[in-house]
């Protein structure tokens, strides 16, 4: 690593987590196009190790607060722990076996999905508050007071978990794109509930993931990128929740979504 790294990196890590948090999104998907920009000769693997740790840093502190706030279900996030922890490390094995040019082509598919995926979030799809006609399950109240009461589908809920921790452990995105969606159209959380539930989630299946990529050798050459961006990322993070309410979403979200279509191409036509 040279010495320009060792102070662009944590500069990198500061500004990913900063609009990661505004747009919440966990910042994955904006970090591994940089990765793979930055480290051209680095292997799938290492890519997205690097990219989960930032990843775990995030959720985590995100989770540290929304547990204060009282907005987590814990039981539907142990519900889909249940698949989504078992197929994040199966994510992480099979990492190794991908090459770099298969990694590009799948990553810019997915960057391009994901492009879509925030256009969608910016005008807000969300689904009803109240969860479903059935005799709620589920009963939160929140520190500031508001309860939610809605119903979870356990078998449903159960089944959903195996395809997002595979892709958020494999990409090293985080499984925020496909949790969110979701959690509002499948399951019909509150909106409330969904984020920080999903947060939690992830901690989980990224702990997963980079424990078995510590376990197969999979961490030794992104452990230095990781720590420096790991460190942007805790000052980043305090930045984008400071931010939050005083800036205009929306246009960052379309901002964000231009750019990773255009990334997303890039990689396609590299790994074609």
Do not use: C
Request: hydrophobic share 50%; glycine share 12%.
């Amino acid at each position: 690593m040279d010495i320009i790294q060792l102070f662009v990196l944590p500069i990198i890590g500061i500004g990913v987590a900063t609009l990661g948090t505004l747009v919440g999104l966990g910042g994955g998907f904006i970090l591994v196009p940089i990765l793979l920009i930055i480290f051209p000769e680095a292997t799938a693997s290492t890519i997205s190790s690097v990219s989960l740790t930032m990843v775990f840093l995030n959720a985590t502190s995100a989770t540290i607060g929304n547990y204060r706030a009282k907005v987590i279900d814990f039981k539907t996030a142990g519900l889909l722990a249940i698949g989504a922890v078992p197929a994040a490390a199966l994510g992480a094995i099979i990492s190794m076996q991908v090459s770099r040019s298969t990694f590009d082509l799948s990553m810019g598919i997915m960057l391009i999905l994901g492009s879509i995926y925030v256009v969608w979030r910016g005008y807000r799809a969300t689904g009803p508050d109240d969860g479903s006609d059935r005799n709620p399950n589920r009963h939160i109240t929140e520190r500031m007071g508001r309860t939610y009461r809605f119903y979870v589908s356990t078998i449903t809920t159960a089944s959903l978990s195996p395809v997002s921790g595979f892709i958020s452990s494999f990409f090293g995105i985080g499984g925020g794109v496909i949790n969110v969606p979701a959690m509002t159209f499948i399951l019909h959380m509150p909106t409330r509930v969904i984020a920080p539930t999903a947060m939690l989630l992830l901690v989980l299946t990224s702990s997963s993931s980079l424990l078995t990529r510590i376990f197969t050798g999979q961490f030794e050459e992104g452990l230095a990128p990781a720590a420096l961006l790991g460190l942007g990322a805790l000052i980043g993070a305090q930045i984008g929740i400071y931010l939050s309410p005083r800036v205009n979403q929306k246009l960052i979200l379309i901002f964000l979504a231009i750019s990773m279509a255009l990334v997303g191409a890039r990689q396609v036509a590299l790994g074609i």
